[in-house]
C-alpha cells in the first residue's frame, strides 16, 4: 500500500532561452520560457490531499451520427473505452447532446464514482444512446459545467465528441459558454467523419485548454478516447498559472505557448498584483510545454542591463491566497555595441518563431484554395512546406504532402493537388498548430 502520510509538493522547474543582448535603441526582449513537472510524486501528492479527477463524456447524438451507422456504434465503443481507462475513485458522468443536453448516466444531476459495478452500469446504459435531433454543443457544456461544480475534485475535465456543426444554436450563444466554462474545466474535442466544422472544434479545445483532433474513421475512435483518458488521468495538478512579473517601463507584447502546440495565451490574462499577470496553463502531469515571451523594455544606453521580466508557476492558494512560487525563471535584457552578439538569434527562439509561421501558413493557404485563390495558396502551402521541412517537423510535412505536390521542400516550390480528400484536408487544419521542439545537436 503507498504511503500517503507525507506527500511532496509537485516538482516544477523553468529554464529560460534567450539573446539577453539588445542593440543601442532595441526594446523587444525574446524568450522562450520551458517548463517542465517531474516526478511521479506529483500524484501521490494530489490524491493524499482529496485531490482526484472528475470527467464528463459528451457524445454527439444527433441524427447525422446515424449516417453511416458506423459512427454511432464507433461513439459508443469509444465512450466504453474510456470508461474502462478511468482510474477507480474517479468521479464521472456521461451526457448524450442534440439540440438538447441529456444526462445518460448516472442521471439526476449527479456523477458517479469509478468502480468495477458502476462502469458496468455506465457502458449498459450506453446501449440507449441513439441518434436524432439537432446540434447544440453550448447545451452541452453547459450540462458538463453544472455537473463538474458539483465535485471537489482539482482536475475537472470534459471529453466532446461531435460529427457536425453547431447548426442549431446562435454561435454567439456558445462563444459565451466557453467564456463562462473557461477556468473551470479543461476539455477536449474530437471530430468524428468530415462534416464538422474545424475552428468550431479547435475554437472549444483552444477556449478550454484542452487538444483538438480529427477521427476520419469512426473504427478509430476507440482507440482515440483510450489514449484521451490515459493523459487524463496522467494529470496530476490543476489550475496552473504562468505569472509574469515585469518592471516599470516594461510591457508585454504577448505570451504564446508554443509547445507541444501553438495556443496564443495574450489575451487571457488576469491581474496578479503590481505588475504581474497570471496566464491559464491548465492541468498538467509529467510533461513539458514551451512558451514564447516578448517584452517591450524602456530604452537604455549601451552598456546598461535590466531584469525584463519574471516567469514563474503558480497555484491558486486557499481564497486566493499568495502561495510561494512552484519554480521562476529571469528574463534579462542588456544593450550592447557589439553587433555580433546583438545579432545572434536564439536557437529556440528561431525555431519557434518558425513553427507559428508555419501553422499561420497552413491556415491562410488552406483558406485561399477553400476561396478558389490558387496563387495564394500555393505561395502559402509553398512556404509551410519550406518550414515544415527546415524545422524537421516531418508529421506536418507528410500531411502537406497530401494537399500539394512537393516539387523542392527546401526551396518551397509545390503544386496543388487538383483533387484532395475531405479527411486530408481537414487533419492538416486541425492539426497546423502541433510543432516539434527544437532539434538537438
Known sequence: MANFAKPR???FSVEVYQ???LPEGGRDVHAIVTVTSTGGATATAARALGQDAAVVIMVDCSGSMEYPPEKMRGAREATAAAIDTLRDGTAFAVIAGTHEA???YPGQGLLATA???????AKEALRGLSAGGGTAIGTWLRLADGLLRRSPAAIRHGILLTDGRNEHEDPAVLRATLDACAGRFTCDARGVGTDWEVKEVTGIASALL???DIVADPAHLAEDFTLMMEKVMGKEVADVALRVWTPIGAEIQYVKQVSPSVQDLTGRRTEAGPRAGDYPTGSWGDESRDYHLCVRVPD???GQEMLAARAS????????APRPPLAQGLVRAVWTNDLAASTAISPQVAHYTGQAELAQAIQQGLEARKMGDVDG?????GRAVQLASASGNADTAKLLAKVVDVVDAAAGTVRLKAKVADADEMTLETRSTQTVRVKKT
Open 9 to 11: 509538493a509537485p516538482r
Open 19 to 21: 539573446n539577453e543582448f
Open 102 to 104: 441529456r444526462e445518460v
Open 115 to 121: 468502480g468495477p459495478a458502476t462502469r458496468a452500469q
Open 210 to 212: 484542452g487538444s483538438a
Open 300 to 302: 537604455a544606453s549601451v
Open 313 to 320: 508557476l503558480v497555484l491558486p492558494g486557499p481564497d486566493g
Open 377 to 381: 495558396a500555393t505561395a502559402k502551402l
